[in-house]
């Protein structure tokens, strides 16, 4: 399964008709940063997806941080930018974790042929290839979503793994500190999902921002692929749970579905338990 493209690759695949791009920088604590840093620079061709206005919906009581954008809405999104069901896209980020947001959700919406910039916009700048401070225009394109609706949990498919009625293994993408409550930066209760394994999302890239090649990837997940049940992921809101998915696609994991919600949706219960460790 071809899921990273290098910035060679890219380069020479810019003049292709098919090819759309996307640049999703973006910082939680800035939110204006990524779209600022697409203004001074991006890849020729490359449209700006910005986390909480195209990647993710309104927030509501419960849901989490970052829903899940409609997905009618999202496809007119890609529609407005030339995507077709034939496309070929690349996103890319500069290391926050958003690219496999939106390498996840494009795919989500039916589109096949997703890849991941390995190495981000870094890889990009360090080959020397130009750079572009144009906005590539919308154009009048409609892309009718095809929803892969067994991708996603909610609270209550979470709760009866809690409760061991799905034999499901769940996997929080957080970092270590946040699993186990000694470190909460974000939301309002530390701690993680009673039985959740702990798998933080930044240790599938290298120090560059490279992805860990696949053997790397399944020996991570050697544990977990093993039991050969279901694989739910979640992190705080969504997000950087795609970049577990991410890395338990390279390893070759099958049934691989994200709590959407995630951690800030299962903290909006005050009834669902949580553990410490």
């Not at 791009?21 to 991006?42: T, V």
Request: aromatic share 12%; glycine share 8%; net charge negative.
């Amino acid at each position: 399964m071809d899921m990273l493209i290098t910035a060679d690759d890219l380069h020479q695949r810019l003049v292709e008709p098919e090819l759309v791009i996307f640049d999703c920088r973006f910082r939680l604590s800035d939110p204006e940063w990524g779209q600022q840093m697409y203004a001074k620079s991006h890849i020729p061709g490359a449209y700006y997806f910005d986390l909480e206005r195209d990647l993710s919906s309104a927030l509501h009581e419960h849901g989490g941080r970052h829903p899940l954008p409609d997905p009618e809405v999202f496809a007119n999104k890609l529609g407005q930018a030339g995507v077709t069901p034939t496309s070929t896209v690349v996103v890319y980020d500069s290391g926050e974790g958003m690219a496999t947001r939106a390498w996840w959700l494009v795919r989500y919406v039916g589109v096949e042929e997703v890849y991941v910039l390995d190495g981000g916009y870094q890889a990009w700048l360090n080959a020397g290839f130009a750079c572009s401070t144009q906005v590539p225009p919308k154009v009048d394109h409609d892309y009718d979503a095809r929803v892969h609706p067994g991708w996603t949990v909610d609270v209550d498919d979470v709760r009866r793994i809690v409760t061991g009625d799905w034999d499901a293994v769940l996997v929080d993408a957080r970092a270590h500190d946040r699993y186990t409550g000694e470190f909460e930066p974000i939301d309002s209760k530390a701690g993680h999902i009673p039985g959740a394994v702990n798998y933080p999302w930044q240790n599938g890239l290298t120090e560059d921002g490279r992805w860990k090649p696949e053997h790397i990837q399944l020996r991570r997940f050697s544990e977990v692929m093993s039991k050969g049940r279901p694989i739910v992921v979640y992190c705080g809101s969504g997000v950087t749970a795609c970049a577990d998915i991410f890395a338990l696609k390279l390893a070759g994991a099958k049934d691989v579905r994200l709590y959407t919600g995630s951690w800030s949706d299962w903290i909006s219960y005050p009834d669902n338990p949580i553990d410490h460790a």
